[in-house]
């Protein structure tokens, strides 16, 4: 069960990012404040919860939600910055966004960079602790799945539809066979297929 929040003296926002370990398309974070008496049954990890749950839950946080916001960093700034600079670029972005600014932010993983003057905590797995974490990691997954789905239509041979950008033996077979787009993230160690396995 998701706590509904870490502490209940000010306002809070979770923050989650999606795309980090990809090899293509953008980095996603979202951030969000929920209302205390938020809850749904379905609401966790988005790793955790099927497509179908997740879409189902993206309505619901949007609608129910006191602020939310979603942004995105490309491929390009990614490997100019690295992906860790990148992600917490995206947060930022993404808690820019939220009106009303929040009091506390939470943020998932071990490392962050102060955003501003607003305090923050690191949770680890916090995306299966607390509500707000987790709907931020539903939006970024979906708002990003959504945005790799678009892509697909411009380089179908790479399977984004399905692999997202992740460095599935499809998407390794396919990058040996046409080489790399656009898209891709230059600056990771992209595998050759045939190591995918090890």
């Not at 398309?25 to 179908?52: M, R, W, Y």
């Not at 916090?126 to 892509?151: H, P, V």
């Amino acid at each position: 069960m998701l706590a509904p929040f870490y502490q209940n003296r000010v306002s809070e926002a979770g923050s989650d990012e999606a795309g980090r370990g990809c090899y293509a398309g953008p980095v996603f974070a979202a951030a969000v404040i929920l209302p205390a008496n938020f809850s749904h049954p379905l609401l966790n990890d988005s790793k955790q919860v099927t497509e179908k749950h997740r879409s189902l839950l993206q309505e619901l946080i949007c609608s129910a939600a006191i602020s939310w916001a979603v942004a995105k960093v490309d491929n390009t700034e990614i490997d100019q910055i690295n992906i860790l600079q990148a992600s917490f670029k995206a947060m930022h972005l993404s808690i820019g966004k939220l009106d009303p600014q929040p009091e506390l932010l939470l943020i998932d993983g071990n490392r962050f960079k102060s955003y501003k003057n607003i305090p923050h905590h690191c949770i680890i797995k916090g995306d299966g602790k607390y509500a707000s974490i987790a709907a931020a990691s539903i939006l970024a997954k979906t708002f990003r799945d959504s945005y790799m789905q678009e892509l697909h239509k411009q380089f179908p041979m790479y399977g984004w539809d399905r692999n997202k950008g992740y460095g599935t033996l499809a998407h390794r077979l396919a990058i040996e066979k046409y080489g790399l787009c656009k898209y891709h993230r230059k600056s990771y160690r992209i595998n050759p297929a045939e190591n995918s396995l090890f």
